[in-house]
């Protein structure tokens, strides 16, 4: 047990170390400021590490992520985060990144007992009965669920396009443009699963 977390600390150490050695006083040099250029909101699941898709260092990408990458307009904690991203660090880009795989989509589309996870992934839940004859048609498993995977993010960049911390930024004229992406946990690659939204 000790060792699991242990190997934690001492992979720190040597990271820390690393980045130190390549780029004497980036540590002081970040804590001084963060300025990232993008938000990212992804799913919590860890086959998806969002700087490391991407190839991005600390201090450039700011994350939220939860079970299935949903955005709910009551939620709370990512109205705050997107607020700040927005309103704040003035973010550019904001990127909604689905997952082939999802385990919250695929127990979503198979109804599966989750406790408290249950709730949270009732709007995937919906949306496969509003896609079912797409959803139903196609052969295999693994493809419906993978198709409810794109369906799902394009949703929820949707939902995001339409919150009023989006619209507000769009209206003054503030350069932000929203991303839908799904990522690939078979191949590493993400997918762009439309072009960026600009304006309302
Ligand atoms: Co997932």
Request: with cysteine.
């Amino acid at each position: 047990m000790n060792q699991e977390i242990d190997r934690l600390i001492e992979n720190n150490r040597t990271w820390a170390a690393e980045m130190e050695r390549a780029r004497p006083g980036f540590f002081a040099h970040l804590a001084q400021q963060q300025s990232p250029a993008y938000l990212w909101i992804g799913c919590a699941d860890s086959r998806v590490p969002a700087n490391e898709i991407v190839g991005l260092e600390p201090g450039e990408l700011f994350v939220h992520r939860n079970i299935a990458n949903l955005v709910y307009h009551a939620d709370i904690n990512l109205l705050s985060v997107l607020q700040f991203a927005v309103d704040v660090l003035k973010v550019r880009h904001v990127i909604v990144c689905g997952h082939y795989g999802c385990s919250g989509v695929r127990a979503a589309l198979h109804d599966e007992r989750l406790g408290v996870a249950e709730h949270w992934i009732r709007p995937v839940r919906d949306l496969c009965e509003c896609h079912h004859e797409e959803l139903a048609a196609l052969p295999t498993e693994t493809e419906r669920v993978d198709r409810l995977c794109e369906i799902n993010a394009i949703r929820q960049a949707d939902n995001l396009c339409c919150s009023p911390i989006i619209r507000d930024a769009w209206n003054r004229g503030q350069p932000l443009a929203v991303h839908t992406w799904v990522y690939g946990l078979k191949d590493g690659l993400v997918r762009t699963l439309r072009p960026p939204r600009r304006g309302a």
